[in-house]
T-cell receptor
Framework: DQQVKQNSPSLSVQEGRISILNCDYT??????FLWYKKYPAEGPTFLIS?????DKNEDGRFTVFLNKSAKHLSLHIVPSQPGDSAVYFC????????????FGQGTTLQVKP | GAVVSQHPSWVICKSGTSVKIECRSL??????MFWYRQFPKQSLMLMAT?????????EQGVEKDKFLINHASLTLSTLTVTSAHPEDSSFYIC???????????FGSGTRLTVV
């Protein structure tokens, strides 16, 4: 059972525009969410996180929004840059999975110059 | 910053042989390390949690006798894929806890191909 889902396998946006990556989860016990960026044949690198007590966290061009009632979070990248092209994973933790990370399937973002 | 080194980055082995993958925390001590595997276009699946000086905790469905994990020091965890078969071919990634809540640093991964 996939507890964390990224239903869009890919996304293509123009440089300078906004990229919105979505993530849904099913486990209401999750209380911490993270976004990672991954290049092929490399490990994920941490981007931004959010605790369930917040509904928004911002770091430079990256903003994560959390809608607990909908069990949905999204990552906004503004403005998008070609160097942002990568696979983005959302991950969640909490409840019986405290201390562990449960990953979504990933979304491949392509930012076109 | 926290750095995790994973070695080898890729390995090809014959079916039936064993392969060892190392995960080292270079500039911090990691009491907890995690091992993941990733199939193409799929998510990172947690295989096991490795704690220094104790037995690893395996996730449901992961064969502990096939995927041997050793965490003998605060800076090194190893994953040995025993009697490897082609279906074990995958991308294996380790991560180490820096001690901060959800402060995980990932290694660069190991591409295992069993022929």
């Amino acid at each position: 059972d996939q507890q964390v889902k990224q239903n869009s396998p890919s996304l293509s946006v123009q440089e300078g525009r906004i990229s919105i990556l979505n993530c849904d989860y099913t486990n209401s016990m999750f209380d911490y969410f993270l976004w990672y960026k991954k290049y092929p044949a490399e490990g994920p690198t941490f981007l931004i996180s959010i605790s369930s007590i917040k509904d928004k966290n911002e770091d430079g061009r990256f903003t994560v929004f959390l809608n607990k009632s909908a069990k949905h979070l999204s990552l906004h990248i503004v403005p998008s840059q070609p160097g942002d092209s990568a696979v983005y994973f959302c991950a969640a933790s909490g409840g019986s999975n405290t201390g562990k990370l449960i990953f979504g399937q990933g979304t491949t973002l392509q930012v076109k110059p | 910053g926290a750095v995790v080194s994973q070695h080898p980055s890729w390995v090809i082995c014959k079916s039936g042989t064993s392969v060892k993958i190392e995960c080292r925390s270079l500039d911090f001590q990691a009491t907890t390390m995690f091992w993941y595997r990733q199939f193409p276009k799929q998510s990172l699946m947690l295989m096991a949690t490795s704690n220094e000086g104790s037995k690893a905790t395996y996730e449901q469905g992961v064969e502990k006798d096939k995927f041997l994990i050793n965490h003998a020091s605060l800076t090194l965890s190893t994953l040995t894929v025993t009697s490897a078969h082609p279906e074990d071919s995958s991308f294996y990634i380790c991560s180490a806890s820096t001690g901060h809540l959800y402060g995980y640093t990932f290694g660069s991964g190991t591409r295992l191909t069993v022929v």
